[in-house]
């Protein structure tokens, strides 16, 4: 049988990693916003254990393939040599508080596109306008000035490549990654089984662990399955504010543009969400309720895209694979968005017309 070509490879896998996300997404309501707002009411749940699971498990798949020097994670963006700690911080909060305005983040609005939500295709479309603004038009400028006044070159501190761990503990060994991650396992796994024994929800470490595993699937696809040597592509894993913002401009400019990986794992979460939607016939049209709600998610949708292009990544982009590389850069994007959220949470609550509840049950 005649071998495939590594794009064809490419594209059709990132396909596949998408519409696994896409479905197990719709079946669960795996959302960080509904994991944040948990912690936030006390009351840590379902979603809280499905976000740590995924969390756990990107990072060591991700970590077991550096290990085995599957791939190499100095070649993604997050583990360069250098670090621009405005934009995470900058870009993190900024993503937060949109995700609470528009109920969702960009990964949850994709979802929750194919069940007929308008709402969430209005985020999608001024999320991806604003990214794409954000990365190469006007908005470009004041993503520019941010980086040039607080990047860091890692390389003049000998701490280039070098992960968070790694920076923190200021040793090298990779014993020390793996003895940090072992304790964070330990930690989890007690929080789980009484979480679990107290509600018998059991089936959220599987949402977790699949959801988890699909970001090291996308770094052995990138860096091995569809390795070119003569055409290489990047090192990349899921992530979806610039590529909502990459699909409206392919679709726009066709003939005269190529897709990737981003781009097919957005189509191919569309379709899984789409599928399971109609397998369990839940279609149905639905749309703002308010002039002032649709505001109320564009602004949110555009502090989304500029914040998920400034921090380099979203709540799957930053949340799962950046942490899956323990970069520190993508930590502090991570805790950008959850400040950002915290604040996001605190507004919306003081809002009357606009009542706090998971994405889940939209």
Known sequence: ????????????????????????????????????????????????????????????????LAALEYVDLSQSIYLSDTLMWGGAALGGVMFGFGMMLTRGCAARHIVLAMSGNLRSWMVLIVMGLVSYMTLRGILGVARLQVEAISTINLGDLDLAGSNAVQMITTDSS???????????????????????????????????????????????????????????????????????????????????ASSDFGIASVGGVLLGALAVTLSRGQWSLSGFDAPMLMVRYCAGAGLMGMGGVLGLGCSIGQGLTGLSTLSLGSLITVSGIVIGARLGFAYVRRQSSYAIAPVAAE
């Open 174 to 256: 990779t014993w020390v990654t793996w003895a940090v991650l072992g304790i964070l396992f330990a930690l989890f796994a007690h929080f789980a089984i009484r979480r679990i024994r107290a509600d018998g929800e059991a089936i959220y470490l599987l949402v977790g662990a699949v959801v988890g595993l699909l970001i090291p699937a996308g770094w052995y696809l990138t860096g091995v399955l569809a390795f070119d040597e003569f055409e290489p592509t990047p090192l990349v894993s899921l992530t979806f504010v610039t590529p909502v913002g990459n699909s409206i401009q392919y679709l726009m400019t066709y003939t005269g």
């Open 1 to 64: 049988m005649e071998e495939l070509e590594p794009r064809v490879i490419l594209l059709g896998s990132a396909l596949i990693i998408g519409a696994m996300y896409g479905a197990v997404a719709r079946l669960s309501g795996f959302c960080l916003r509904s994991a944040l707002i948990e912690l936030f009411q006390h009351n840590a749940g379902n979603q809280v254990i499905a976000w740590g699971a995924a969390i756990l498990l990107a990072i060591a798949g991700t970590q077991v």
